[in-house]
């Protein structure tokens, strides 16, 4: 009999499967032409969009949305991704299909586009969060409701105020049941020990210039009292901690499935983190047992390197550099900020205990306390050089609203900036009675020039150890490339790029042809400005590269090199898995065994002659040359002043050469051109020699830690 219609209704009327789509977003800033600051690939990660990610996976995973519900979270990075609303809107929004986006960790700066975007994501029909240091220390640190967070409240926008660990589920549901509340006041500080860890999302890792690195807060809170910070007023002067296991386990998973192996801890202050030494410890087993070699950078305070075995133990962990909040190097300064911890005389010392155990030293310095002057912050930049560290980022003073320096300016009716988006410490948000109009702002990019200059980097090279200069010839790279930007190192990244329709509001968008034409133009000045950048790093190396980093015999040997790194590091890999799958198989299976441990072995075995045949080639080809070339330089010397010896150690007789042959050009010399072209053939290859050795050790070290 034919089935009825009614049998067969049921199938055509199951329940179509609802969804519900998290965006955690971390909101860019925008620059002096109302673009937004967006870049090719990024520098830092965000540890808030992390962290959320794993809370709201940790959610989802509990099924409290219910069964029929598919969840999922998105992680968005206005400093390195577009965000076309109206685009994910279509994708996300519709019958059955909901949203919500949480614009997460938001600075003050950040604050206006953090408005904008969650204006438009409102409109476009999602739920809209937004939380961070600016919400949460603004609204604690009011009597009443700030009006910039009025103003979100009254456009549907819902804030939160605090740390969401303990209450994010029930936020994530009342955002996907369309209840909301306007405002959220989380008071109770959680105990994120309980929390997960944040999550790796190998997706968001690939925005960055280097993908393997993590970030975890393994502690929150400071028991400090600086006036300009805000910490204290949002995560409160109590230190909550991470256990050390969940911590390695964490660190280790991520090693093995996403080849994570440098880490950011984001603490504000490690060294108070009362599980700091387990923490170490466990690192320092996964280093030295198994096979688990991280590198990290954490902040500690200026007293930490007197913590009895602290920087030994944070150097055998793999520690390779801290980043301390010297701030002044005036006492009278550091006392009307508050932070009477830090001791001007100890900071000699403090460096140079962290130098002995063979960590970089990053330090802070805060340019526009009341004892401030432009002559006194030169001078202070100077003895700052003198002390040594490895580095030094600068930051102008900015009354943060959730600081005590943004009440007392409240209290006492002092002009402060009324646009958010410059309290990114290189503007000048209020009037310093030493300094005049646009005085303060030249004296802070002095300062960063005159630390930043070829002699200090320089000196900075030569006195640092085999373990810390490559990491801090990157960070030199990275800072020069932000300065020529004129932009602060810590927001910047590679490749500007300035997104024509996103502009801020009340600036027009350009017509598509003169926007493309400005862009060629700044692509143009970007790239000649990398060619100058790496010409400078390459005399920078030349002058100072460590024993063993040889120009000779060229970069065919370095590449040898690289590459025999590689092939033993394969041939070795391939060993340990061989021995991962033996051990799963097991006893069970004695012949598949034996065929794993033979093809193992022979690959194994293929690999290493290999590589013994790139050694061996290697080194024939430095004895020949080592012959040939003893002959031939001693020629070479008497005919070419530029090919003498000492030129390898700079390119400076290459340069003059060069500039001398451009002169002769320019004023039509032209047979003594034509007289010169053996010289010219042979300057050249030289020259290019050193720049492809340069650039193979650079890359080397650009892609591994
Ligand atoms: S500036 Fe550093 S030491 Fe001072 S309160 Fe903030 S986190 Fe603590």
């Given amino acids: 009999m034919a089935a009825s219609k009614r049998e067969i209704m049921p199938i055509f009327t199951r329940k179509p ?30 540890n808030t969009l992390s962290v959320l990610a794993a809370l709201a996976q940790e959610a989802f995973d509990s099924g409290r949305l219910g069964p029929d519900v598919e969840t999922r979270v998105h992680i968005l990075d206005d400093v390195v991704q577009e965000i076309d609303v109206k685009r994910l809107r279509k994708r996300f929004i519709g019958p059955n299909r909901r949203a919500a986006v949480c614009l997460a960790g938001v600075q003050t700066n950040q604050f206006p586009r953090a408005t904008d975007l969650a204006r438009r994501f409102k409109d476009a029909g999602f739920e809209t969060l937004i939380g961070g240091f600016h919400v949460s220390g603004a609204i604690a640190l009011s009597e009443t409701m700030p009006p910039e967070c009025q103003a979100l409240i009254d456009a549907g926008v819902t804030l939160v105020k605090g740390e969401v660990e303990d209450c994010f589920g029930d936020i994530l549901e009342d955002a996907y049941h369309g209840r909301l509340k306007p405002f959220y006041d989380i008071v109770n500080k959680p105990d994120i020990d309980k929390a997960p860890i944040p999550l790796i999302d190998p997706i968001y890792q690939k925005h960055f210039a280097y993908p393997r690195m993590g970030t975890i807060d393994a502690s929150r809170g400071c028991p400090f009292d600086c006036s300009f910070c805000t910490i204290i007023n949002v995560q409160g002067r109590k230190m909550r901690c991470r256990s050390a296991e969940k911590i390695a386990q964490q660190v280790e998973a991520n090693f093995k499935r996403h080849r994570i192996d440098y880490y950011f801890f984001t603490d504000d202050n490690f060294a108070r983190n009362k599980n700091r030494d ?24 200026t007293k930490a390197w007197r913590i009895p075995g602290f920087v030994d133990r944070a150097s055998r962990a793999g520690c390779s550099q801290v980043f301390i909040g010297i701030e002044s190097l005036n006492a009278a300064n550091l006392e009307a900020a508050d932070k009477t911890q830090n001791s001007v005389d100890d900071f000699g010392q403090m460096i140079d205990a962290w130098h002995q155990g063979g960590i970089a030293c990053h330090g802070t310095l805060i340019i526009g306390f009341p004892h ?47 646009d958010y988006n410059n309290f990114d410490s290189y503007h000048e948000t209020m009037r310093l009675p030493n300094f005049a109009p ?21 000196a900075i090279l030569r006195r640092c150890n085999e373990r810390t200069y490559w990491g801090i010839f990157k960070n030199f790279m990275w800072y020069r490339n932000a300065l020529r930007e004129g932009i602060h190192p810590m927001i910047t990244g590679l490749w500007r790029l300035r997104p024509r329709t996103d502009r801020r509001p009340g600036f027009a968008v350009e017509g598509r042809l003169r926007h493309a034409l400005r862009r060629w133009r700044e692509g143009w ?95 024939e080809s430095i004895n020949l040359g080592n012959n040939l070339r003893g002959r031939l330089a001693r020629l070479l010397v008497r005919w070419n002043n530029a090919g003498r010896r000492g030129a390898i150690q700079s390119r400076a007789h290459l340069r003059s050469y060069w500039s001398a042959l451009g002169s002769w050009v320019r004023r039509g010399r032209l047979i003594r051109v034509a007289a010169e072209t053996p010289r010219i053939m042979y300057n ?13 050790y650079f890359l080397h070290e650009l892609t591994c830690e």
């Avoid at 690192?283 to 902040?299: H, S, T």
């Avoid at 900015?398 to 002092?414: A, E, I, K, M, W």
């Avoid at 030249?442 to 070829?454: G, H, L, P, V």
Wanted: proline share 3%; glycine share 6%; with cysteine.
């Fill in 17 to 46: 499967k609802k969804s519900f789509d998290l965006f955690v977003v971390r909101p860019s800033k925008y620059d002096e032409e109302g673009y937004v600051v967006r870049y090719l690939k990024g520098v830092l990660p965000s």
């Fill in 278 to 301: 387990a923490i170490l410890d466990a690192l320092i087993d996964l280093r030295e047992n198994k096979g688990v070699a991280i590198n990290f950078m954490m902040q500690v305070d």
């Fill in 372 to 418: 401030d002057t432009p002559e006194s912050v030169a001078a202070d930049v100077e003895r700052l050089k003198q002390l040594g560290p490895d580095q030094c980022s600068f930051f102008m003073l900015t009354p943060l609203p959730g600081s005590v320096d943004h009440v007392r300016n409240q209290r006492n009716g002092v002009w402060m900036d009324p």
């Fill in 438 to 458: 646009g005085q303060w702002q030249e004296t802070y990019w002095k300062a960063w020039a005159s630390f930043y200059s070829f002699e200090n980097m320089r």
């Fill in 525 to 619: 000045q970007t790239v000649r400005a990398f060619v100058a950048l790496f010409f400078e790093l390459e005399e920078l190396w030349l002058q100072t590269r460590l024993k063993g980093e040889t120009t000779s015999p060229g970069y065919l040997a370095a590449l040898r090199d690289k590459l025999g790194e590689n092939v033993q590091s394969l041939s070795k890999s391939i060993t340990t898995q061989a021995a991962g799958v033996r051990d799963a198989i097991g006893d069970r299976t004695a012949s598949a065994r034996e065929w794993i441990n033979e093809s193992a072995s022979g690959v194994s075995q293929r690999f290493r002659a290999g590589f013994d045949r790139l050694q061996r080639t290697r080194e």
């Fill in 684 to 696: 050249f290859c030289r020259d290019v020699r050193l720049s492809v050795t340069f650039f193979v």
